[in-house]
């Protein structure tokens, strides 16, 4: 018999990412086919990344600086932070995983909301540690009820703000309430994914807060807004003693030397960054006009994609769309399978999306 792995392994199943472009194309033998799967950024990413991402190709017989000192660098000037509070990783996916690695034992409690992102309740159980899961109501996470389900043995909450898959928020007054009231031994993590595509007035990123918060840790990443999805590059911000103990667990060379080279460069292009966000903008007001003239409830969001309510089982509309050349993301395994998720793509794609939908 083959070795076999603890239970908490054996029964972990694997994070399932948006169907591959290439897959749908051996798969129909059609093309074009447009991808609105994974809230990646239509636009690609900025030029002055792809040159930079291009000229670091030629560095790669070198291993990459383990310390990512410009990238830090870079990073502490842009979020006004110090470098040593800052741990960089291979997706902010690395960065929570090595969050939930460095601080929970196993049989820990990790508390996060029901429809958190898909790879919190997977990350959890890899560690062997224990997922609370709190209710979200409406599709707002309950962070009162989170409070209440603090006990001796909560190590850890992971909060996303906004929330994928649902596009939803937490304000700043209620955020920082909660905040302030999680008890100092325990690690509270806000997932800023979206940050950039923030600009409703009562949203705040929980940066400023760490100062006087250490137990607070907030994570970004270059996949979404910057358009790296694929070069792999997030970031952690947190007390620089956390930090420490993160970059004891972090592997030296978890982000590599292009994705360095392509990060320092997006965030020097915070022009480009405006640019999506105006698209963005754009093309969600297009989706929204468009599932309204197709009488189709929605989840009103601030992230880069929508998330839409068919009452019904909605596998059957989102396999009607692949033969279209249109991926989507089924929500079936977040506890939604009336809903599909819809990344806002260019003004094209939309039309697409919507036509096919029609
Ligand atoms: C997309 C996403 C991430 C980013 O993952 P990367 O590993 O940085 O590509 C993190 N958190 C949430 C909530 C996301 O939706």
Not at 52 to 69: L, M, N, T, V
């Amino acid at each position: 018999m083959l070795p076999q792995p603890p239970k908490h392994i054996v029964s972990l199943t694997p994070y399932i990412p948006g169907k591959p472009i290439e897959e749908l194309e051996r798969e129909l033998g059609i093309s074009p086919i447009i991808k609105l799967a994974s809230n990646e950024n239509p636009l690609g990413m900025s030029p002055k990344a792809l040159k930079a991402a291009e000229k670091a190709i030629h560095i790669c017989p070198r291993y990459p600086d383990g310390s990512g000192f410009v990238l830090k660098l870079a990073l502490s000037r842009a979020l006004n932070v110090d470098m040593t509070s800052i741990t960089l990783g291979n997706g902010s996916n690395d960065v929570l995983e090595l969050i939930i690695r460095t601080f929970a034992r196993p049989g820990d409690e990790i508390i996060f909301w029901q429809y958190a992102f898909a790879a919190y309740p997977l990350l959890v159980q890899a560690a062997n540690a224990k997922a609370v899961v709190i209710p979200a109501p409406h599709w707002q996470q309950d962070l009162e009820a989170a409070l209440k389900a603090i006990s001796s043995q909560t190590r850890l909450i992971l909060l996303a703000n906004p929330n994928n898959p649902t596009g939803t928020y937490t304000p700043e007054a209620r955020l920082l309430k909660c905040i302030q009231k999680v008890p100092p031994e325990v690690l509270i993590v806000v997932d800023e994914a979206y940050h950039e595509y923030q600009t409703e007035g009562d949203y705040q990123t929980a940066l400023g807060w760490i100062d006087k918060h250490p137990n607070l840790i907030v994570t970004r990443t270059f996949s979404k807004a910057y358009g790296l999805a694929g070069l792999r590059v997030g970031y952690a911000v947190s007390h620089p003693r956390v930090a420490d103990f993160l970059n004891r667990v972090r592997q030296p060379f978890n982000v590599n030397s292009v994705a360095q080279a392509a990060a320092i460069a997006a965030l020097e292009d915070q022009a480009f960054v405006k640019k999506s966000v105006e698209l963005n903008q754009k093309g969600m007001q297009q989706l929204i006009e468009g599932l309204n003239a197709l009488g189709l409830d929605f989840i009103p969001s601030v992230g880069n994609f929508l998330t839409i309510d068919f009452k019904k089982p909605a596998m059957s509309i989102y396999e009607k769309l692949l033969k279209k050349g249109v991926i989507v993301r089924p929500l079936a395994n977040y506890g939604m399978s009336n809903h599909l998720r819809v990344s806002i793509g260019t003004m094209e794609e939309n039309a697409v999306f919507l036509k096919a939908l029609n």
